[in-house]
């Protein structure tokens, strides 16, 4: 199975340690710092009580981060901080003892050989009597910044230890009271400062930056080749076991067509490298490196970002909370946004089972690379593997959900986690090409410009797979012109479809249509109809009935006069896309005189009229007057005067001349409707009868409709359970309708109140206005 060929390659790294630790410490003697502060001269040391209180009248209050944000808030961070602009160094003279204590702490910590650590001094901190950091993680600043270095300088304090943590393992610091001590650890580790007991600690904190050529390409020191080889096994099986799933008619079962295997420590973008893995991620990646080589296959390092969702509960209340929802029967207290109390807390909580997991690929670079290439893609669950599980780490942010019915406490965590992906080099198109889409489109245009189209069609036949999830999210300039290029390009008229497939017909512009009229030329009528047809239900990623789709058929008319002028299959082009836009807008139209609350409708309505004018004067552009008569049909249906919000618009917003587009027909269907409303009697004053739902019709929704029906009476006072009560609060809400409806919690079961108000015969006031408004326009026009 695929799995126990993956758990053996997580077994054998998990076995793969670095000599270093996430954490050490050097000592030395302090002779060769001289260091001074501006207004206060020179720190003789070990530095006296005296000496640190004036020390601290020169300071400020030490700020943290927290996303973008700077804060300052001493219930989190108390100490006092000097900046590095106002610290006085010899630093030839710091440089003979700190040099060399870089170098032993970058061997403590496991990096590469071939690299050196480089310190960048950020400030002077003074810890006084109760002062603290809670705990928390140190961002990194450049990209090459790997690390924290806390220098303790000598004085007299008790107290003040740091904990540095990483995974379930938890080390504690004590600086010595002489000499000096040197803590290195690295920046994802999370830590804190333990109050001072008596005293003044005083220290200087640097940036780590990590420097050189040590590409992780070889063994490690102390890693045996038998151990790659053991590894290189366990991929060969890995990538020739097939997956679980059962395979179609004809086709053999699919076998991983590549392996993440996600690393210890967390990195950001700008810290991603080869050279900067830390720890065992370096002695992994080394020997998982070499493993790959032996096993015919590629590797890159890649960012990953991780999001879980676990059940949860609070640790000193095993009972679930229920967060602020409408109730019918009990006042329940919403909580504000900003008072969310698993805002702050979210890690307060202790985690039940993991119920969901995502895993995308945002970034990777290649062992000869020096610069990570932004990727995106999605991680399957049977490609995925590590040592240990991301909830061993400390996110990077975490969101606590309440009580959410069957679903309970939850909360969502997220990380950031390198990652080593490995494929075998038979796959590397297919493996590459869904991590960028746009990098695979210009590969295969590569090779469709060689001449070599059999490749070509091989590389396009194995995009297949994934093609449409991974191009639907890939937006960069003048991807989708590179997309008809080689759908042109492969003369094969399924991989073509294929590989416009993901698109909408939103990206087709004027100055695309000779592109498209060519594979309307290459592929034919029914070629078009079917990629059209794709392209109109899936909407591309303007959505089907999003602004974008909107607006694009409001501009329809340049698109068909730019394929009217194209020769050969131009005008063939735009007929069918006028066709298959009929067919997508009648729908919408059909679904928006369905919608429940009359000015919903009205809106949805109104919001089309552009879009079928933009269709309409298109159909004048390439002569399609049959097109339009049938639509003009339908729009203007003898006796039905559900559009008219839509048509009244079309009219307003066309040029004066209704002719040309057929709009006289629509302005005489319209005058005639508006007139019929109009002759109808206005509502009398004691009319209360509004016309009921008719979508459902359950027992209650009938009693429903005979009071809303009913012309006298006004008040209905109705004893109702719960669930009933509950359906007819929605009923009305969701058709917007004229009446008042709230609950009084007397009795048993509780009695619903519905009484209809005074808003039904001004909206009905108000809408023969309108009506009258738009008959005197059009006998003006």
Known sequence: MTTAARDAIAEILAGTRSAGSFAAMRTAQADDLCLAVDGLGRLHLPISRAQAQRLCRLSRRARYGRGEKTLLDTSVRDTWEVPKSRIRIDRPRWSRTLLPILESLRADLGLPSGTRLKAELHALLVYGPGQFFLPHQDSEKTDAMVGTLVVTLPSPFHGGGIVIEHRNERLTFRAPRQPLSFLAFYADCRHEVRPVKDGYRIVLTYDLSLVGDGRAAILPAGAKPRQADALAARLRKYF?????????????????????????????????????????????????????????????????????????????????????????????????????????????????????????????????????????????????????????????????????????????????????????????????????????????????????????????????????????????????????????????????????????????TAGRARPFASLVERYGEPWTQSLLAEWSADGGWGGPRGEDRYAWLTALPRLCAALRVCSGAGPLAARLLLQEEWTWLEGVLAESCHLHAPPQRVQALRQLARPVLGWLQGAVVVAAGELRDRALDVLCAAGDDTLLPCLVQVLRAAPASFSDTGLDVIGRHCAERLAARLAQPARARDDWSMAPPEDCRCGICARLREFLGDSRQQRLEWPLAKERRRHVHQVLDAHEMAVRHRTRRSGSPYTLVLEKIDALFAREEAERRRWQDDLDWLTSR
């Open 240 to 508: 020739e076991t097939p997956l679980p799933s059962v395979p179609r008619r004809g086709e053999r079962a699919q076998s991983p067509k590549r392996l993440v295997y996600l690393l210890d420590h967390e990195y950001t973008e700008r810290g991603l490298g080869w050279q900067r893995l830390k720890g065992n991620d370096a002695a992994r990646a080394a020997v998982l490196s070499a493993a790959a080589e032996r096993a015919d296959c590629d590797v890159a390092l890649a960012l990953a970002d991780v999001q879980e969702t676990w059940s949860c509960w609070e640790d000193d209340d095993p009972r679930p909370w229920r967060s602020g929802r409408w109730e019918d029967d009990q006042e329940v207290e919403e909580f504000p946004d900003d008072e969310d109390p698993g805002a702050e807390n979210a890690g307060e909580y202790e985690l039940g089972e993991l119920q969901d997991r995502n895993i995308e690929l945002r970034r990777w670079i290649a062992p000869s690379e020096t610069r990570a290439a932004p990727i995106g893609t999605w991680v399957r669950d049977h490609e995925a593997c590590s040592a240990i599980p991301s909830s061993d780490l400390v996110p990077y942010k975490s969101e606590y959900e309440g009580y959410m019915g069957n679903w309970g406490n939850t909360i969502d965590r997220w990380y950031r986690r390198g990652a080593i992906v490995v494929w075998p080099r038979e796959h590397g198109f297919a493996v590459r090409a869904e991590a960028s889409p746009a990098w695979g489109l210009d590969a295969l245009l590569r090779r469709i410009r060689s001449g070599d189209l059999a490749g070509a069609r091989t590389m396009a036949g194995s995009l297949l797979p994934f093609w449409k999830q991974a191009a639907a999210a890939e937006q960069p300039r003048g991807f989708f012109d590179k997309a008809l290029r080689a759908a042109a390009g492969l003369g094969v008229p399924p991989l073509a479809a294929s590989l416009l497939q993901p698109f909408g017909v939103e990206r087709l």
